[in-house]
């Protein structure tokens, strides 16, 4: 039987994902920005908590983690860099380690770049990738706690992985990263077609998670750092990909659309 899924919104702009084993009914939470839409989402499936798997340790990510804890008395599983910072941890991971929820069985990937320890989720049989704020759909997080060019290198393996995996992040900032895409690249048909599909979804009220890896590598700029074409038109041809994604992450943090 296929893994449940439950997209949950939280506070402003951020998501929690339920996943759940159907055939043990072990259920996971990634990441926990507040507890009441957790709590609310387990109530209407009647779903009970056994897991809580976190990317990292900032607070709109781990607030809820300590009163889940308490409530379910669920395993805490999160990066071995952060775990002085995230509270309640059970099982400190690193790169490669395994994480079993019921017969679900994914792997750690260290992704550094948004912060130190990030890390993120794959559950490969499932085809489930939870990328926390390394990804976003049509966009990556900001390096806070590291130079961008690490957050680069942590893109550029997730470009690696199959296409058809799908991605779930841990944010809803598609509207502005689309329209910001677009601005780079005014005559990208893909891109132009994905702002279409994502204004369609935003006025409708729907959110425009889960994307799939092989829609970020043909149209998420943060993704394509090493192409020359893109390079150019920001002014860097022949530049190398950590200069550019430098430049495109100075550029995000300043677009406003």
Do not use: Q
Not at 24 to 50: F, H, Q, Y
Not at 133 to 157: I, K, N, Q, Y
Request: proline share 7%; charged share 25%.
């Amino acid at each position: 039987m296929p893994a449940e899924l439950r997209l949950i919104p939280c506070l402003a702009d951020n998501y929690a994902v339920l996943l759940r084993d159907p055939v043990t009914e072990a259920t996971a939470v990634i990441d926990v920005p507040e507890v009441a839409p957790v709590l609310a989402a387990l109530a209407r499936e009647d779903w009970t908590l056994t897991h809580i798997l976190v990317t990292h340790h900032h607070t709109d990510h781990i607030a809820g983690v300590e009163a889940l804890k308490e409530r379910f008395g669920a395993t805490v599983i999160g990066p071995k860099a952060e775990r002085e910072t995230i509270p309640g941890l059970d099982f400190a991971v690193v790169d490669g380690d395994p994480v079993a929820v019921g017969g679900l069985v994914g792997r750690v990937m260290e992704t550094p770049g948004h912060t130190k320890g990030h890390i993120v989720f794959l559950f490969e049989e499932e085809r489930l990738l939870f990328s926390g704020d390394t990804l976003f759909v049509m966009g990556c997080g900001r390096p806070f706690e590291c130079d961008p060019p690490v957050l680069w290198e942590s893109l550029a393996r997730l470009r690696t992985l199959p296409d058809d995996i799908s991605v779930y992040c841990g944010h809803e900032y598609t509207l502005s990263n689309a329209r910001f895409a677009l601005s780079l690249e005014p005559d990208n048909e893909a891109v132009a077609a994905r702002l279409k599909e994502i204004e369609a979804l935003r006025s409708a009220g729907k959110p425009t998670l889960p994307t799939t890896i092989g829609a970020e590598k043909a149209t998420n700029p943060f993704m394509r750092a090493d192409d020359p074409e893109l390079a150019a038109r920001i002014g860097l041809a022949g530049a190398e990909p950590g200069a550019v994604f430098t430049e495109l992450r100075s550029l995000k943090n300043s677009f406003r659309g």
